[in-house]
Nanobody, 123 residues
Framework: QVQLVESGGGLVQPGGSLRLSCAAS????????MGWYRQAPGRECELVGA????????YYPDSMKGRFTISRDIVKNTVDLKMHRLKPKDTAVYYC????????????????WGQGTQVTVSP
């Protein structure tokens, strides 16, 4: 059974940092592209970034470059999202996702999803 379990969400002040973690199980982790998405209230789900199978390559949409860093541990089967200089507009539910292709991750046609973790950026 495939499981993606996110953790690390919470309340953080503007300008602060947060690290989210996703524990993956039930599939061959090293062969999948892992992505992080977010969905703010009233807005569409958007890709934050992705890490390619071995973890040596990452992809970020232009709008996400600079404050977000994705990394993966192929021994522990985890993928982390480090967020810096957080802003209120970063408030969203953050989702971990897995798919076999970068294309599907980029277009959001993703095979597996986690349940999400809430991140709230507020004074």
């Amino acid at each position: 059974q495939v499981q993606l379990v996110e953790s690390g969400g919470g309340l953080v002040q503007p300008g602060g940092s947060l690290r989210l973690s996703c524990a993956a199980s039930g599939f061959r982790f090293s062969t999948y592209v892992m992505g992080w998405y977010r969905q703010a209230p009233g807005r569409e789900c958007e890709l934050v970034g992705a890490t390619i199978r071995s973890g040596s390559s990452t992809y970020y949409p232009d709008s996400m470059k600079g404050r977000f860093t994705i990394s993966r541990d192929i021994v522990k089967n985890t993928v982390d999202l480090k967020m810096h200089r957080l802003k209120p507009k970063d408030t969203a539910v953050y989702y971990c996702a897995a798919d076999k292709t970068v294309h599907d991750i980029v277009v959001g046609s993703t095979e597996y999803w986690g349940q999400g973790t809430q991140v709230t950026v507020s004074p």
